[in-house]
C-alpha cells in the first residue's frame, strides 16, 4: 500500500488485493479519516467548520481556532453563537445587548453639543449659536475666545452666555478697553453646551 505525497491518504495497488485487501482497505479508510481530521483542526479560519456541543461546560472542553464559531444548542440561557478567541470561548453579542450598548452610548454623546463660530457680533454685540442635535436649552454654556487675525481687537473683547434657549444661545461681548457692548465686530470662539 502507498500513500499520497501530500497529506500521507494511503491508497490500495493491485497487489494488495490479494491477502492484505482488509487490513489496507482498514488502513485507508483511517488515513482518509486522520487527514480530513486535520483539515477540520487547522488553525485557519477559512473553510472552518463550527464546533457543536449540547452544553457550555462541552464547548469550554473543545479548543477552536481563533475566529473559529462554536454553537451551544441545549443549556438554556447559554443557547446560542460563541467565538474563540484564541484561549476560550466567547458568546457573541445578542440583538438586546448591542441595544443596550447603543442606548449608553447615546446616553453620553448626546449630552453635549461643541463647536467654534466664527461671527460678526449684531449691534448689541451678540453672537448666535444654533444647535444641531438638540431641541432643548442646555444646563450650562462654556465659552472661550479663539485666536484669529484680528487678535488686537480680540484681547479687548470678553464673551458672555447672554441667552440659553431650545434652538441655540447668544453669546454677548463686551470691550474691555471701553466697557460697552462690542456691536458690529468680528470674532471668533469656542462654545461647549452641556444638557443632563
Known amino acids: 500500500m502507498k500513500t499520497t505525497p501530500i497529506y500521507g491518504i494511503s491508497y490500495i495497488e493491485?497487489?494488495?488485493?490479494?491477502s492484505n485487501a482488509a487490513a489496507g482497505f482498514k488502513k485507508a479508510a483511517e488515513t482518509t479519516e486522520?487527514?480530513?481530521?486535520?483539515?477540520d483542526q487547522r488553525s485557519t479560519v477559512e473553510g472552518v467548520k463550527p464546533v457543536i456541543a449540547g452544553t457550555l461546560a462541552r464547548l469550554a472542553t473543545m479548543r477552536g481556532a481563533t475566529g473559529q464559531t462554536g454553537y451551544v444548542t441545549?443549556?438554556?440561557?447559554?443557547?446560542?453563537?460563541?467565538?474563540?478567541?484564541?484561549?476560550a470561548w466567547v458568546k457573541?453579542?445578542?440583538?438586546?445587548?448591542?441595544n443596550s450598548l447603543q442606548s449608553q452610548?447615546?446616553?453620553?454623546?448626546?449630552?453635549?453639543e461643541f463647536g467654534v463660530a466664527a461671527a460678526s457680533t449684531d449691534p448689541n454685540g451678540v453672537a448666535t449659536v444654533n444647535w444641531v442635535r438638540h431641541s432643548?436649552?442646555?444646563?450650562?454654556?462654556?465659552?472661550?475666545?479663539?485666536?484669529t487675525s484680528s487678535d488686537d481687537l480680540n484681547r479687548f473683547l470678553s464673551p458672555m452666555v447672554y441667552e440659553l434657549t431650545n434652538n441655540?444661545?447668544?453669546?454677548?461681548?463686551?470691550?474691555?478697553?471701553?466697557?460697552?457692548?462690542?456691536?458690529?465686530?468680528?470674532?471668533?470662539?469656542?462654545?461647549?453646551?452641556?444638557w443632563k
Not at 432643548?136 to 472661550?144: D, E, G, I, R, Y
Open 136 to 147: 432643548t436649552s442646555p444646563q450650562a454654556m462654556l465659552v472661550m475666545l479663539a485666536r
Open 92 to 98: 457573541y453579542a445578542q440583538n438586546t445587548q448591542i
Open 14 to 18: 493491485g497487489g494488495d488485493l490479494v
Open 34 to 39: 486522520a487527514a480530513l481530521k486535520l483539515v
Open 168 to 194: 441655540g444661545a447668544q453669546v454677548r461681548f463686551r470691550r474691555n478697553d471701553s466697557n460697552a457692548w462690542a456691536g458690529n465686530q468680528p470674532t471668533k470662539f469656542y462654545w461647549l453646551a452641556l
Open 74 to 87: 441545549s443549556d438554556g440561557n447559554n443557547n446560542g453563537p460563541y467565538c474563540w478567541n484564541g484561549s
Open 105 to 112: 452610548i447615546a446616553a453620553i454623546t448626546q449630552g453635549y
